[in-house]
């Protein structure tokens, strides 16, 4: 490849890079940027860098018949980093282990090899809150041990930022290891794109008439990107400092302000919609124009 392109991260011309130069570039698997769900580049070039026999196909080509590490890398949160570092440092005692595939699953942190499953595949219960193993690896003992410590801590440590997770749930369909905050910062990506769907294809004029969707988007802007903010500490808010947390944590304080007088019965729903900051439908709208684009792309 011409190492010139370079220069050009997101340059689509010649051969599609390895993951050893998106990593150079600067970017994830597949040349898209790095986004709060995957591991950053420092972290993956420690990896690649420090264990070189075990990611060896970091410098395969990315092409169909290459193992899926040459086309994703590292396709798991930047919060198993050190977990990852740590098995590493356990795996290259033997040689003869190539990673094919390093991802999340159901999960859990798991490790495809060269040559066979050699894998600890394991599964959360959640009735009896323990993990299961239900392939075992066919290499040797320490092996075994290294790859089922490294999905033990996995289950319980926040795929995003690593802090400790009370085990994997059930999110959109979605099985993931999330701390209290990196959970609700993805269920306020969600709600930004319900909010987007809900105001999609009217007018500001249809959108004030129809009282249906004013009160849906109010509740879901106040229980969902509200709440979620009032989640989040000063120094995971810094790392987003294009969201405008200030006007958030308003949104929560209208929350729980209509939860209290709700739970009172001193108010009926309309004098309730009229009395809290007095929340307009043009201000609702405003909002999910204005606002919710800026946060759907700063918390992805």
Request: hydrophobic share 40%; net charge negative.
């Given at each position: 490849?011409?190492?010139?392109?370079l220069?050009?991260?997101?340059d689509?011309s010649?051969?599609w890079?390895?993951?050893r130069?998106?990593?150079?570039?600067g970017?994830?698997?597949?040349?898209?940027?790095?986004?709060?769900g995957d591991?950053?580049v420092?972290?993956?070039?420690h990896l690649i860098?420090t264990?070189?026999?075990l990611?060896k196909h970091?410098?395969s080509?990315a092409?169909?018949a290459s193992?899926?590490f040459?086309?994703?890398?590292f396709a798991?949160g930047?919060g198993w980093f050190s977990?990852l570092?740590r098995?590493?440092a356990?795996?290259i005692a033997d040689?003869s282990?190539?990673?094919?595939?390093?991802k999340?699953?159901?999960?859990i942190?798991?490790?495809y090899f060269?040559?066979?499953p050699?894998t600890?595949t394991?599964?959360f219960?959640?009735?009896?809150?323990?993990?299961?193993?239900?392939?075992a690896?066919?290499?040797?003992?320490a092996?075994?041990?290294?790859?089922?410590?490294?999905?033990?801590?996995?289950a319980v440590?926040c795929e995003?930022c690593?802090q400790?997770s009370?085990?994997?749930?059930t999110?959109?369909?979605?099985?993931?290891?999330?701390?209290?905050s990196?959970?609700?910062l993805?269920d306020m990506?969600?709600a930004c794109?319900f909010?987007s769907?809900i105001?999609a294809?009217?007018?500001?004029?249809?959108?004030?008439?129809?009282f249906?969707?004013v009160?849906?988007?109010?509740n879901?802007?106040t229980?969902?990107?509200?709440?979620g903010?009032s989640?989040?500490?000063?120094?995971?808010?810094?790392r987003?400092p294009?969201?405008?947390?200030?006007?958030?944590?308003?949104?929560?304080t209208?929350?729980?302000?209509?939860?209290?007088?709700q739970?009172?019965?001193?108010?009926?729903?309309?004098?309730?919609?009229?009395m809290?900051?007095?929340v307009s439908p043009e201000?609702?709208?405003?909002f999910i124009?204005?606002?919710?684009?800026v946060i759907?792309?700063?918390l992805?």
């Amino acid at each position: 490849m011409d190492k010139s392109s370079l220069s050009d991260p997101f340059d689509f011309s010649g051969p599609w890079p390895t993951v050893r130069e998106c990593i150079t570039r600067g970017l994830g698997p597949y040349r898209t940027g790095i986004g709060r769900g995957d591991m950053t580049v420092a972290h993956a070039k420690h990896l690649i860098e420090t264990y070189p026999t075990l990611y060896k196909h970091a410098d395969s080509p990315a092409v169909g018949a290459s193992p899926p590490f040459a086309r994703q890398g590292f396709a798991c949160g930047d919060g198993w980093f050190s977990i990852l570092d740590r098995l590493s440092a356990k795996l290259i005692a033997d040689p003869s282990l190539v990673v094919i595939q390093c991802k999340e699953k159901m999960g859990i942190l798991t490790m495809y090899f060269d040559g066979g499953p050699a894998t600890i595949t394991m599964f959360f219960d959640g009735g009896s809150a323990t993990l299961v193993e239900v392939e075992a690896a066919t290499e040797a003992s320490a092996t075994r041990a290294a790859l089922k410590a490294a999905a033990k801590d996995s289950a319980v440590t926040c795929e995003l930022c690593g802090q400790p997770s009370p085990g994997p749930q059930t999110i959109n369909r979605w099985v993931s290891v999330r701390c209290d905050s990196c959970g609700w910062l993805d269920d306020m990506v969600l709600a930004c794109g319900f909010l987007s769907n809900i105001a999609a294809g009217k007018t500001q004029e249809a959108f004030v008439a129809d009282f249906g969707a004013v009160v849906v988007a109010k509740n879901h802007i106040t229980m969902h990107l509200g709440v979620g903010a009032s989640h989040q500490s000063e120094e995971v808010r810094k790392r987003f400092p294009h969201v405008d947390w200030a006007k958030l944590d308003l949104w929560a304080t209208i929350d729980s302000i209509e939860k209290m007088a709700q739970a009172e019965g001193n108010f009926t729903r309309e004098e309730l919609e009229a009395m809290i900051f007095q929340v307009s439908p043009e201000d609702i709208w405003k909002f999910i124009h204005e606002d919710v684009p800026v946060i759907e792309e700063a918390l992805r």
